[in-house]
């Protein structure tokens, strides 16, 4: 008599070497490259941005970090212009800082 193991005889063995290096070929498949916003883009941005500082209204921001796209949604806090950096306060209450060379797109909420 035949005793069939199914799926067990053709199952893989995998190895935690073969995990890791299957997770990195699916994270570098996810990578973008950074787009460069034109200079009317960044007149916008920026017009968007100061009003959002001046009436303390929400922002949504969408920038590119890690070779990937983030987005975040919050009140501008502070600007620092040395560092070029914004201390944004999330709605979830934490504090964020988000590069202004990052920055892709702004939007009033």
């Given amino acids: 008599m035949i005793r069939d193991r199914g799926n067990?005889?053709?199952s893989t063995m995998?190895?935690?070497e073969h995990r890791q290096l299957l997770q990195e070929l699916e994270h570098s498949q996810d990578e973008q490259e950074?787009?460069?916003p034109s200079e009317d883009k960044w007149e916008e941005l920026q017009l968007v941005i100061g009003?959002?500082?001046?009436?303390?209204?929400e922002v949504t921001l969408?920038?590119?970090?890690?070779?990937?796209?983030?987005?975040?949604?919050?009140?501008?806090?502070?600007?620092d212009p040395i560092g070029r950096l914004f201390s944004i306060v999330s709605?979830?209450?934490t504090i964020e800082r988000v590069s202004f060379a990052a920055i892709i797109d702004a939007a009033m909420e």
């Fill in 51 to 57: 009003e959002a500082i001046e009436t303390r209204k």
């Fill in 91 to 93: 709605r979830e209450g």
């Fill in 34 to 36: 950074c787009p460069e």
């Fill in 14 to 16: 995998m190895l935690p």
């Fill in 62 to 79: 969408k920038y590119f970090a890690n070779k990937r796209f983030h987005r975040l949604t919050g009140q501008i806090q502070k600007y």
């Fill in 8 to 10: 067990i005889k053709w």
